[in-house]
């Protein structure tokens, strides 16, 4: 069974720092695409980033390019978000994503 | 970018009336090489991720009661459920993964 399990969300000052953590188990986590998105309180879901098995290839919502760096390590089974310069607008929660198969979810909030 | 345009926003059906929920793409999410519609539907209760119900356009995911049937080719595409149960009621979206992933607005569901 898909499981994908994140943390890191938490409460920052507009133009703080914040790392997602994303650990992967039931599949092969060095052969398979990962997703985040993300759902901002009371609203629609958002593609964020992806990045191939390899890590080689990366991409990126143009609200979040040169701000988020999304990175795996497939030794550890883990995908992360690094999050710089945060802004008022990625308040929501965050979500590690693999073939349609969503984790629960951790909850960014960026306010003064 | 697709863009993916869901219908209604709202949507109010009696218990065991049929209520059906359309999804348009802005361009074919048709793979042509194996006839396979990249598009999903998901149901989102609150405080909950997102649950895959329905992938490649049509294939129920294991364990979704089959009141739940997705239909639709190309760019036009239906999530019907047949006979609407109390724990149906949730946010509905749909989800093309052909490109860069994009979702519709959702769909809300509930008892009239």
Redesign the interface.
Known sequence: EVQLVESGGDFVQPGGSLRLSCVASGFTFSGSWMTWVRQAPGKGLEWVAHISPDGGQKYYVDSVKGRFTISRDNAKNSLSLQMSSLRAEDTAMYYCVRDCRWGQGTLVTVSS | DIVMTQSPDSLAVSLGERATINCKSSQSVLHTSTNKNSL?W?QQKPGQ????LI?WASTRESGVPDRFSGSGSGTDFTLTISSLQAEDVAVY?C?Q?FS???????TKVEIK
Do not use: E, M, S, V
């Not at chain 2, 991720?49 to 895959?52: G, I, S, T, V």
């Open positions: 999903a998901y991720p997102p649950k895959l992938n979206y989800h993964y860069t992933p994009t979702f519709g607005g959702g």
